[in-house]
């Protein structure tokens, strides 16, 4: 088995993880949450959207929460911006990396950014070259790429198709998604190895959510299909409120205790990310998705009671 020795994994929590909950979370809570996945090595932490409040209300603070975060040096803060709107709020918030994000059905784009997947090109363009032109990184979102709640099935040409097209405007980055977490390994493993065909695979991410628990095998297929960047979500928080049913990203703390288990280096405190992900989901007022989180949690709170 041939895979990679270092990762490199995207924190998406405060972003993916928090777009679906229902109560407003206050700032305080979200600055401390990218504040401490920074400070936890992340090299990339995905710190809000600069969409439509009245389609997404819980990140129309996102101004607010970009110009709080403390900046570490080296830390990439990303933020998804979908229109020339978006970008000109993540530009004046000095976020590092603009998140383009496109879909591979027609139907989930018309539901989640309202227009084609012709228009929704047409519509990054501008925003690609504005991105490229102040010198910030450019990631490319393709969500369904392994199914899709009002399509079914997804061709791997259609995620292709759409790669190429997110690659004609100059992403440095491309994240497969699978948006709803139906995927099943060896299909991962098609639709990986075909993008890869035309998207180096140093650039490529795998950006699984984990509602049929399929997350970290998809993971593994992804590793030995070549790929080595990784989404995930702190405690497993989140969803696409445009996606029912679909819950959260696969948890952080599962895939790092995975990846560190394997001995592949991810550059990230495993046990600062651990209490991370309790503390969030004690704020939020509900268990952690994370079974490893709240295993070595459990581990960690008998060996201070010994
Ligand atoms: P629209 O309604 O067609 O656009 O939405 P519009 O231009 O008519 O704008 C509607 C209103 O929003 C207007 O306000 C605009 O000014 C305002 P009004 O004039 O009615 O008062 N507006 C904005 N406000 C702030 N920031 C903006 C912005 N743009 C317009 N950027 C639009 C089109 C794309 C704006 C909308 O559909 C939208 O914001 N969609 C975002 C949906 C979203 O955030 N989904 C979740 C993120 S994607 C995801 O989770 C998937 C991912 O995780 C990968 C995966 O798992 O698949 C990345
Ligand atoms: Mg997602």
Redesign the pocket.
Known sequence: MSIPDKVKIVE?GP??GL?NEKQLIPVDVKVELVNRLARAGFVNVEAT????????PQ?SDAAEVMARIERRPGTIYSV????M??FD?ALAANADEI?I?G?ASEAFSQR????SIAESIA?FEPVAEAAKAAGLRLRG?????LGCPYQGEVEPAAVVDVARRLQALGCDEF?V???IGVATPLQVDRVMKAVTEVIDPARVAG?F?DTYGQALANILASLQAGISIFHASVAGLGG????KG?TG?VATEDVLYMMHGMGIETGVDLDAVVDIGQWISGHLGRKSASLAGNALATRKAAKAAA
Not at 240 to 243: I, L, M, S, T
């Open positions: 998406v972003r993916d777009q959207s600069f969409v439509s409040p009245k389609w997404v990140m998804l911006a979908p229109n709107r978006g709020g998140v994000f879909a989640n950014i309202n227009c519509r979102a393709i969500s369904v790429a994240d998604a699978d948006t950006h959510h696409c409120p445009y996606a679909a990203n």
